[in-house]
């Protein structure tokens, strides 16, 4: 892990989960750790993870761990943080996903950091499907299965997928709040296999360039917030994205379902075509 000059980023960060936390088993606190995106990909042992709380000056004791003095959270956790615990202090700690990402919307944070912090806070862990709570916070059973019990199954985004008029790949989603909250969509595994990994410029029908769109080993697709941002997308509509591999060129739109049935009846027409059209000089 690269490292600022003085800095420590695990230290750093059982900082803020003592700052909210207090005193936190130490299992518990290598968990959050191991959540970042920073830590993806490496690892502490044990013993180490120990050694290191106690060399940096953190107290341990029939393995919970605490700060030598208590560590002001204004002071080390940045504003999206700050926000995620205020609202789930409110909450006693545990939130259904669906009702802590309303409580942020309604309080003016940005979706997308809302999602991004979620997905990696060590501040928070998940204890149930859509149920997340703060960690090291002890949670009445009861409420978290009230909680878990609430949460709406999540429903498939990907419709359908097919060739173009122009020989070009469609893929057909129903936006989800998840695809609002990411700008991340799954590519099936069928397709997957004659796209490969792979940025293509990604443009509207009517020839803006809206960014990148990528595509991972993984199976999704991403980068399409910017057009989501940009068009109204809401969720409940219809996005297609086509794709040309020889252009190495994607279009992407929004519409009702209407959109989707006309690729579906073979009437969809793909970046080749749209992008020929959007081009045309205009008569005067």
Known sequence: MRQAEGRNHYVGMIGKMLAVGGKIPLETLRDGILRHHRTRGTSLP?????????????RIADGMVSASEPI??????????????????????????ADRRDECL?????????????????LLGRVAPSVYVL???????????????????????????????????WLGYKVTQNTL?????FVPARVRKMLGERKLELFTPDGALVG????????????????????????GDTLVIAIDLDLEVAIVQAGSKDLLESYQDGDGWGPRHVLEEATKPTDE
């Open 106 to 122: 309604r309080l003016r944070l940005n979706r997308h950091s809302h999602s991004a912090y979620v997905s990696w806070s060590p």
């Open 72 to 97: 002001d959270p204004g002071k080390v956790l940045g504003g999206v943080e700050t926000t995620l615990v205020d609202i789930l202090r409110n909450y006693r700690g545990a939130m259904n996903a």
């Open 181 to 185: 909250d990411t700008g991340v969509v």
């Open 135 to 169: 960690r090291g916070t002890a949670v009445d059973p009861a409420a978290v299965a009230y909680l878990s019990g609430r949460s709406k199954p999540s429903e498939p985004s990907l419709q359908d997928h097919g060739w173009t008029k122009d020989r070009a790949i």
């Open 46 to 58: 044990r013993h180490v993870f120990e050694g290191l709380c106690r060399a940096a000056g953190f």
């Open 212 to 235: 990148t769109l990528a595509i991972g080993g993984a199976g999704q697709a991403w980068r399409l917030t910017p057009f989501i941002g940009r068009r109204g997308v809401d969720e």
